[in-house]
């Protein structure tokens, strides 16, 4: 990714400028004076070219104890292994002295006078714990950031500060200002990520200050160019004189600046900002004691910026975890998952902040809110297992936020949001606008600002509004392993309840027949016994008795006959339909003439229930039918259908049909029967895991009853 | 064939609706003291395996006895040396075909569902006796 630098000295334009090696300048700006010895001899090998003029002598083949002093030396020695020099620089002949170590055995000194407004450190301690304290009290981040540029604007007398931010894709948005009231206002302008090469801002995570004194004097140049002791040019990354690109000085005029300064604002080792100031009127010598300041607000800054981000984050994610909450209640006080979404309604919405939603569920759709008209097909596109967002999906709206539930199955929840139109106001052109310019750092002398519309896209969805549909589907997930778990669950009590009530119905029938056996036989004793004593009317009365303990026990059996396909095994075989038609017109008491169709489709089966069934089916057939039943048995894809040209069943009646005992007729009428039949015919389908139901039926016209036996 | 007295005829059964219907029965084929009836599971127990009581020349078996059920005498006559054959004629209430093959499974002779028509209860209990009278029957010798 990252192309080579380029060698040091090569001459940079915009063409190159990424590739700047601003590391090795060659040079340092003039204010102050580089010194670079020997570490082993304290002999200076190399220098600035205006080292001779700032000490008042020569520098080249003399010693750094020779030239500052033996004690000098020997602290700026021991504090040289500093990270932050501009911290802690040693006072010494009106100057201040830094040291570090830009390569092994190479010491290098710089050396910045002191300035004319030296103060003592003591003044700015007060200052910084002032500075401290407005930054603590900090209650946003906007805030934030608008007093740390108008403190930073205090400390050094810049004509404006900015506080700016750094977008994912690396521009910069100017968040907070503090300028000359006569200036025009930057706040709110975007700068492309260009502007500041990827080298300049990691060196920014390095050094963190970062002064420009003055933009119209020329750098000093180091001499000789290459360290005599490396062979290479210095890298001067660590120190503060650093020589400033000639791209950049371009930039800066451009801008009409005379002098800047940028402070670093790093958040978990990010570069997040920066707090950047112009100065339009001349050089601006910023002391070192102000720097050092401006580098602790950086510092603090920088961790108030992390812990209101954080703060910010954690009461978003508390907003969103209430309306994830408000989701999950209406999921658990719905029958199914997807009704509770729907019900959710404008929570479900809030769980990330969408302007529409979809949920399909089993091929089930519920849209909420605003959603695209090719919400189909962007279901059916999906196919990641895991939570996806994009801002610039080519549909309709532009934001899909997608959960997969079940990709397999094509379950998702995907949020929607809407197009959100809306203009960047650069700065200048980035180069992706391709805007012709044919000098680009000074389109007509000056800035000027280019809007962009952006259009396309929608509002991009954070990281917390990803975490929370995340978090919503784990959730979802835990609910859809839970309900089925109750489902299993019930589906056994069920089968257990319903085993428990066929064993119920089995033993009640059962021990019924005993004492309705004993009234029947007592009735025969005393028709038998009494034979020439009882009148008339008693012998009917018996009969009667007789008669109904009949019919008694005729609906005990069909409750038997009813609980026992339930609690049998069935014995598989297959067999035709033919075959098992004739075996159940064989057991009919009066055989009618059918015409069958398809008799040869294979059924697999229990043949004796199946049997049954057929018996009541046709059974029903000859019973509710004229003198000469016309009986016609189809066969066709697994399904069979009885038709008869009987007396029809009355539309309101198709349900009570098959509803166990329940009878149309008086039962004496079409020769009587317990209204068992159906239900059990019904069930034995079941039990086969198929189905029977009354396919059409027209009253005075006929019937046609159908089943299937399942699969198997 | 000439027609043997089937007695002593041995009838667990509890029920004494049901004994008595079947009581009216018999006593067209045999005599009163031919018959000896056991309420309980318990009690044919006692009498015909640890008991005096003479060895029957059929059993007739309810199955839906209260205490030791009708399956486990059966199962107790068919593994005693001295009653195991005599024939056993289960005469139950249930028609449940789990019921009928296990019967027949722990050695029952025949399995006669109990009808509710007075008339029909007749027609069977006296072809079962014809057939057993002219069936030769073992341990005649005793």
Known sequence: MAEPLLAPGTPVDLTNCHREPIRTPGGIQAHGALLAADEATLEVVQA????????????????????????????????????????RPLRTRGLDAYAYRPAEGVLVVELEPVGDHSASLTRYQDEIARVLGLLQDAPTIEDLLQRTARVVRELTGSDRVWAYRFEPD???????????????????????????????????LQNRLRFIHDVETPASPLEPAANPLTGEWLDLSKGV?????????????NMGATASMSIALSVGGRLWGLISGHHYSGPLFVPHEVRATCELIGIVGSMQLEALEKLEVSRRQGTLATKRSAVIDHVAASSSILDGLAAAGE???????????????????????????????????????DVSATHHADSGMPGVLAAPLAVARGNHIVWFRREYVHTIEWAHAPKSLAVKEPERLNPDGSFRTWAESVKGES?????????????????????????????????????????????FAYVAAHDLKEPLRGIANFASFLVEDYEDTLDAEAR??????????????????????????????????????????????????????????????PLRGDRIRVRQLLVNLIGNAVKYSPDVPEITITAQAGRVCVEDNGIGVAPEHHDAIFHVFRRLHPRDAYGGGTGAGLTIARRIAERHGGELWLERSTPGVGSAFCFTLGGS | M????????????????????????????????????YVSGEDAVAGLIGGEDARPALIILDLNLPGIRGMEVLAKLKADARLKIVPVVVLSGSSREEDIDAAYEAGANAYLSKPLDFTELRRIVLSLHEFWQIATLPGRGQ
Not at chain 1, 55 to 68: I, W
Not at chain 1, 179 to 191: Q, V
Not at chain 1, 241 to 253: D, E, G, N, T
């Open chain 1, 241 to 253: 004189l650093r020589a400033v690109s000639p791209i950049h000085i371009q930039y800066l005029k």
């Open chain 1, 459 to 503: 509002r991009p969805w954070d990281v917390v509004e990803v975490e929370s549909a995340t978090e919503l589907r784990s959730a979802l997930g835990t609910f859809l392993i839970t309900r089925a778990e109750q489902l299993a669950a019930l589906n056994a009590e069920l089968a257990r309840s319903n085993e428990e009530l066929d064993a």
């Open chain 2, 2 to 37: 000439h027609a043997r007295t089937l007695e002593p005829l041995a009838v667990v059964e509890d029920s004494d609706e049901d004994f008595e219907a079947l009581s009216r029965v018999l006593r067209e084929t045999t005599s009163r003291e031919g018959v000896k009836r």
């Open chain 1, 170 to 204: 690396d521009h910069g948005v100017i968040l907070a200002e503090e300028k000359r009231e006569d200036l025009d206002a930057f706040l709110g302008l975007h700068y492309p990520a260009s502007d500041i090469p990827p080298q300049a801002r990691a060196l920014f």
């Open chain 1, 540 to 601: 009917e009365r018996l009969a009667t008795i007789t008669k109904l303990s009949q019919r008694m026990g005729s609906l005990l059996d069909s409750l038997l006959e009813y609980s026992r396909i339930g609690r049998a095994d069935l014995a598989m075989s297959d067999f035709t339909v033919e075959a098992v038609v004739a075996d159940a017109v064989e057991l009919l008491a009066h055989p009618p003439a059918l015409r069958i169709e398809g008799g040869d489709m």
């Open chain 1, 347 to 385: 929570d479900l919405l809030a769980v990330c902040g969408a302007d529409g939603a979809a949920i399909r569920i089993d091929d089930d759709l519920r849209l909420i809110g605003e959603t695209p008209s090719e919400v189909m097909e962007l279901l059916d596109g999906l196919a990641a297992a």
């Open chain 1, 48 to 87: 600035s070219a205006n080292a001779p003029a700032l000490l008042g002598d020569a520098v080249l083949g003399r010693t750094l104890e020779d030239l500052l002093g033996a004690d000098v030396v020997e602290q700026l020695r021991a504090g040289a292994a500093d990270e932050t020099p501009n911290l």
